[in-house]
């Protein structure tokens, strides 16, 4: 590692420079962590490879700034130029890492590197259309993009032509950025642009800020999305099918990436859905009427190219995401749409057919768990259907929607959703299962029908497959060995590092029993004993009289916390902890969450100081940060294990244990307790921040527990600080905040100096390093 002094207009500029093997990378920042440095190296032994990688890496210790300047020193440096795609969960998780983005990217000019670098964001139309008439207070995703492709689509603005100006309204957003597409005008220059600057710049030059991103994509040396983008293959259809194989993949935050990639191929269809899709097959038959007297060319156009085999994707640009089709195998994308559906009448009565019976299949008084293959069997022997026309279900109705050139988007989504069902399941034979569930709360009647996809590994095998490296990262993976098992992959690099520090900075604590020694669980038999609920309560008052600022609580779900609360309330706990801080709740309305954090943060910056009720699993635990003062303790009661009662999961839990031989109880407390490592890691955002994580339930105690936490988490569980009392935890936690109260050095923060990075690099140069070098 060396320091280079540049005389740069004017200005004397120290960069932070070092190899790795033999390639420059410029750091942002004065200083480096030890894991950041091996974080890196292990990061270039997976691209050189050629291989996929899993890495877990402590929270708060600068995962993304470490990530982004290998990689872009390997697009800067290599002949190739590799693209960078970063998915991440969040919206503020996109913003911050694009923020990350840009300051490196500055920081590389500063240092005379003449990079001519281009990063974007992309998310959904809703958080970037600035089209007041299409956006409008409408923060529905689904009514937003509707209203969008009623301005957009290309046979609206095919009408717009044949009609006077005006007449036809059309987004002049979009037909700004069209024509200067058309004479071949940049649409956006070189640099990196965060969501909010996407907006401002198509604001200045009139462009749609949503399309300016997706047509920009292919030019792009980095793009940032949420992981929808690329595992959703109803998405990635749309935005990612032109990416290249030497692409550089990276999933961020991925500890919830198997429960991702299992969303993405799962549908659930309710009785509402097959009613409205009843009426929409009865508003398409009659479309199809008045086209076949007015213009029944179009019908026949259509119905040779689907004779043809040309997929109807191909036939136009797609506006919208539940337009799009499920994944087909590669052996089928390019077959002809069955005989007995390419006629517009003909498919619209076959969808009418499929819907009765649907309908019928939901009149069942008893819960029913089969296998496609089973379901397929069935609804051949009850209506004549074949496996291979409802294979094409969702591919047809998306070319009959084009067709018929409808407006109305929302009229006809459930019914997509009933085709793309439809799809799902005569393509896939393993890894699913249709459950249909006649009964809510075991009283009333309200079926539903879920197509539960049991395999992750059916999702993200496509990405495995195109991409030559494959990068799955966070800082809660413990144990690493469970994901190649879960997403059937082979990891060339497979790491967790250890927080290095001299000033220990998080303190956990293991609180097993309250004041009066009773035994505290949210196990199931006692989670509302009332001697269990008054010691629970017990520990956020005594906390919340010792711990300064904020205090972030998790329960392990919404109806666990509503229950505890409500018990609190009668017991007058709540009434004693506002006397010390002000409490707020996650609910599982976003709005209302948005509010609860927006005061609960304004109640730590004045000094008021407050409480945060919240859920594991829920929007708090993901993606939101409480650095500082905003958490100065996170306290998990009890161990968020999922609700095993659940007919799905029971499903997953025999499917993984019959395929990759995991273990029911493994599954389940690795679930738990990366959940909960994801809970009280909210409270360390950097080594000059420090907190509290309190784990309070006896269970927490059991090295089967313990093993599972991350490295970096369990490396700072001693014995002293597991099986405490609520009494004992109160002491230890005292003489822990008045130790971090009082002003530290930089040394003790586990940065390493010049001396160390230089010895480090030196150790390296037998395995191919090379010594660093001094300017």
């Known amino acids: 590692m060396f320091l280079l002094f540049i005389n740069h207009a004017n200005l004397l500029i120290i960069c932070f420079r070092f190899f790795i093997g033999n390639l420059p990378i410029y750091f942002p920042y004065d200083k480096i962590y030890p894991e950041q440095y091996s974080y890196m190296v292990d990061l270039k032994k997976a691209i050189d490879a050629g291989g996929h990688c899993l890495l877990e890496m402590p929270s708060g210790t600068g995962k993304t700034v470490s990530l982004l300047s290998l990689i872009v020193a390997i697009q800067a440096n290599y002949k190739e130029k590799r693209k960078l795609i970063y998915c991440s969960r969040t919206v503020p998780e996109i913003e911050k890492a694009l923020a990350e983005l840009r300051n490196l990217i500055e920081y590389r000019k500063k240092c005379g590197e003449k990079d001519e670098y281009l990063g974007i964001g992309l998310t959904s139309r809703k958080n970037l259309c600035i089209n007041s008439s299409v956006v409008n207070q409408e923060k529905w995703g689904k009514v937003v993009d509707a209203r ?14 044949l009609y006077s100006p005006g007449k036809v309204p059309l987004c002049n957003f979009y037909e700004k950025m069209e024509k200067d597409n058309e004479r071949q005008k940049m649409l956006i220059p070189d640099g990196v642009y965060t969501l909010e600057e996407l907006r401002e710049y198509g604001k200045v030059q009139g462009h749609c800020p949503y399309y300016m991103a997706r047509r920009t994509i292919p030019f792009a040396n980095a793009v940032i999305y949420s992981y929808h983008y690329l595992l959703d293959p109803k998405v990635a259809e749309l935005v990612s099918k032109e990416l290249s194989k030497d692409c550089i993949v990276v999933f961020d935050e991925a500890h919830n990436i198997d429960n991702v990639c299992i969303e993405s191929l799962s549908i659930d269809i309710t009785k509402p859905n097959l009613d ?21 060319q179009r019908l026949l156009d259509e119905y040779n190219k689907l004779v043809e085999g040309l997929m109807a994707a191909s036939q136009e640009r797609d506006e919208d995401v539940y337009l799009s089709n499920p994944i087909l195998p590669e052996d089928l994308s390019h077959e002809a749409v069955p005989g007995n559906i390419r006629q517009a009448e003909h498919f619209v009565a076959f969808l009418r057919r499929f819907v009765e019976y649907l309908k019928t299949r939901m009149r069942a008084q008893q819960v029913v768990a089969e296998s496609p293959m089973s379901f397929l069997q069935n ?24 067709t018929l050139e409808l407006l109305d988007l929302n009229d006809y989504y459930a019914l997509h959703k009933v085709a793309a069902f439809a799809t799902l399941v005569a393509t896939y034979e393993a890894g699913f299962m249709l459950i249909l569930e006649p009964f809510e709360n075991d009283t009333i009647p309200n079926p539903i029908f879920h197509y539960a996809c049991l395999d992750a590994s059916i999702a993200i095998k496509p990405i495995f497959k195109r991409f030559k490296t494959v990068v799955i990262t966070s800082g809660t993976l413990s144990p690493l060995d469970m994901y190649p098992k879960m997403l059937n992959f082979q990891a060339a690099v497979q790491e967790s590092y250890s927080m290095t520090l001299t000033r220990n900075c998080f303190l956990p604590l293991v609180v097993t029993r309250g004041s009066d020694q009773v035994a505290i669980s949210s196990k199931f038999e006692v989670r509302n004993d009332p001697a269990v609920v008054r010691n629970f309560g017990q520990i956020l008052v005594e906390f919340s009289k010792i711990v300064p600022d904020g205090i972030v609580a998790f329960f392990p779900s919404y109806l666990y916390m509503e229950s505890i609360v409500a018990m609190w309330n009668d017991m007058g706990i709540l009434n004693e902890a506002w006397k010390h801080k002000l409490i707020f709740v996650e609910t599982p309305d976003a709005a209302e969450t948005s509010l609860a954090l927006e005061n609960y943060r304004k109640a730590c910056d004045n000094g008021r100081g407050a409480i945060l009720l919240s859920v594991a699993r829920g929007k708090v635990s993901e993606g939101i940060d409480f650095d500082h003062n905003y958490g100065r303790a996170v306290i998990m009661f009890g161990v968020p294990y999922q609700y095993t009662e659940s ?70 569980i001693t014995d002293a600080c597991t099986n405490l009392s609520t009494d004992m935890a109160l002491v230890t936690a005292k003489k822990f905040l008045r130790t971090m109260a009082q002003p530290f050095e930089r040394d003790q923060l586990g940065v390493w100096s010049v001396e160390d990075v230089e010895r480090q690099e030196r150790s390296n140069v037998g395995a191919g390093g090379r010594a660093a070098q001094f300017n």
């Open 379 to 402: 609804c051949r022997e009850v209506t004549l259907i074949e496996r291979q026309p409802l294979r094409f279900c969702s591919q047809r109705l998306t070319s009959l929607v084009r």
């Open 276 to 296: 409205a899709s009843a009426k929409s097959i009865a508003k398409l038959r009659d479309v199809i009427e008045e086209i076949k007297k007015k213009d029944s």
């Open 647 to 716: 007919r799905i999961l029971k499903a997953r839990l025999e499917f993984l244990r019959e395929n990759y031989r995991i273990r029911e109880s493994d599954f389940l407390t690795f679930d738990a307790m990366r959940h909960a490592a994801q809970c009280v890691g909210r409270v360390l955002r950097g080594k000059t921040d420090y907190g509290l994580m309190i784990f309070s339930d006896k269970r927490f105690a059991r090295a089967d527990k313990r093993n599972k936490l991350p490295r970096w988490l369990n490396q700072f």
């Open 148 to 161: 969008c492709r009623n301005l957009t689509a290309s046979w609206i603005r095919e009408k717009s032509k």
